[in-house]
């Protein structure tokens, strides 16, 4: 195993979390439908379900809190996000939403005016592509072979594939494509970065045919961290220099701020420079989401935002966040655990299929390695796999997803590297006992996403 560098910060307030027994856990497992989506948090030991919004605030932050000004309209809290954003993107329009989702709401049914139009993306993350279904478009996913190989290293493996972009721009006509989506880190993926080189590749197409190039850049800072120690010419550039560059190739950014944003609730849209754009987001905005100067937020959430998006870019607390991760993944893969290599991140992803080869998609491996690893040591994954991805419309067949992960992903600034070595000893004790774990079945199957409301139960 490699250095990993120490946390840039100390701790000044903490909060308990509790360890339960095993013979707990089967209780609050089989209470919960044997669905870790439906656990109380507090039966939870060391909670890996997600890196949305779970991080932990700067003392900054709090102080910017106790600043909000929570005027309806012209809030001052919203001029001093304003102009944060416009100083990192060196975007000209900015709104607030009230996270990611929020931002795509908005935006995705204004860039698709009539049906039979698709949007081409590296890997549209699951709500993005909830939104560009729901606005009548259709979302295909471009992302470089290279990400299917679990074990090869390569740097950039959240890259777009240009040539495959193209055919299907050609395929399709360019008038029917919405618009590119760029998903930096490329979460589906194993949140595995994108080069610049790539980014300037996909920017040059999209101009060429006159298609918008959207940044869903809820991880921007960590990619340009990537850049940064991967990419030749970038390694002397500072993250702010980075970023902009990569903003410099899209026209609209999309950011859920519970990432990069280091806040629990946020998001944000920002418009390079078409007013007329602008303009209808805005009316959107105000049905949606609320009046564009608040944008469902509270106005110390704007502060909080505002603050939290200048740490994220901050080198000493980057290079830390990706050494966490990278030190879980090295762990697993020391072990001989298959996971996606090089780690991205925000996570890791562990690869359910090759772990339990005898449980087939439709009895969901990734969430019974999940279900596994929860009773093993309290700690919790999620799935992101086949039952993530529900049925075929048409068919109401279960979709195969090319992927079964155990996604564990890390929160910022929350945990420390003895937390992680529990959480590697747990996951090689359950990979050790590896036959032993079952496949699950329906109890009670929601009719829409699914997996978060299931009722499950042992075959
Ligand atoms: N885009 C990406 C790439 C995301 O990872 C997410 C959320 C969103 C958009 C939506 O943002 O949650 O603020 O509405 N990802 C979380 C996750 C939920 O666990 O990966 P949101």
Redesign the pocket.
């Known amino acids: 195993m490699g250095n990993f560098v120490a946390p840039p910060y100390r701790i000044k307030m903490v909060e308990p979390i509790k360890q339960t027994t095993r013979k707990e856990r089967e209780k609050y497992l089989k209470e919960a439908y044997n669905n870790l989506f439906l656990i109380p948090s507090e039966a939870v030991y060391i909670d890996l379900l997600?890196?949305?919004g779970t991080g932990a605030m700067s003392h900054f932050q709090w102080a910017a809190l106790m600043q909000g000004d929570e005027a309806y309209a012209g809030s001052r809290s919203f001029y001093r996000f304003e102009k944060t954003v416009k100083s990192i993107t060196g975007y000209q329009y900015i709104i607030p939403t009230h996270?990611?989702?929020g931002a795509e709401q908005v935006v995705l049914p204004l860039l698709t005016p009539r049906s039979g139009m698709y949007f081409i993306s590296n890997m549209h993350?699951d709500?993005?592509r909830a939104h560009v279904e729901l606005a009548g478009a259709r979302a295909i996913d471009c992302v470089i072979d290279a990400c299917f190989d679990i074990d090869t290293y390569h740097p950039f493996k959240g890259n777009m594939d240009v040539e495959k972009c193209l055919a299907y721009i050609k395929k399709y006509k360019a008038d029917n494509i919405a618009g590119i989506i760029m998903?930096l880190t490329n979460?589906s993926a194993g949140g595995e970065p994108v080069s610049m080189k790539n980014l300037r590749a996909v920017s040059a197409l999209a101009k060429k045919y006159h298609i918008p190039l959207i940044m869903?850049g809820?991880r921007f800072a960590e990619n340009a961290f990537f850049i940064k120690q991967r990419e030749a010419g970038y390694e002397q550039k500072s993250i702010r220099e980075i970023a902009r560059e990569m903003f410099d190739y899209t026209d609209i950014f999309l950011m859920?701020a519970?990432?990069d944003g280091l806040v629990n609730i946020g998001?944000l849209i920002a418009i390079k420079n078409d007013t007329a754009f602008f303009q209808t987001c805005q009316v959107r905005t105000v049905a949606y989401e609320g009046f564009p100067t608040y944008g469902g937020l509270a106005g110390r959430d704007l502060e909080a935002m505002a603050v939290g998006l200048k740490e994220g870019m901050n080198e000493h607390y980057l290079r830390h966040r990706l050494d966490q991760v990278r030190y879980l993944a090295e762990k697993l893969k020391h072990a001989g655990i298959p996971i996606q290599y090089p780690s991205g991140g925000h996570a890791v992803f562990v690869d359910c299929k090759r772990i339990c080869p005898h449980i087939p998609f439709d009895r969901f491996p990734a969430q019974s390695v999940c279900n596994a690893l929860y009773l093993e040591a309290g700690v919790r994954g999620v799935e992101i796999g086949s039952m993530l991805l529900g049925r075929d419309p048409e068919t109401g067949q279960n979709i195969e997803s090319p992927f079964e992960w155990m996604r564990l992903?890390i929160p910022r600034r929350t945990y420390t590297y003895a937390h992680l070595d529990i959480v590697a000893q747990a996951v090689i004790s359950i990979y050790e006992k590896r036959e032993k774990i079952k496949g699950l079945i329906f109890e009670y199957e929601p009719p829409v996403l699914r997996h978060f409301t299931a009722r499950m139960k042992y075959e």
Do not use: E
Request: proline share 0%.
């Open positions: 997600t890196d949305s996270q990611g989702r993350f709500t993005t998903t979460n869903d809820a859920s519970k990432k998001g992903a």
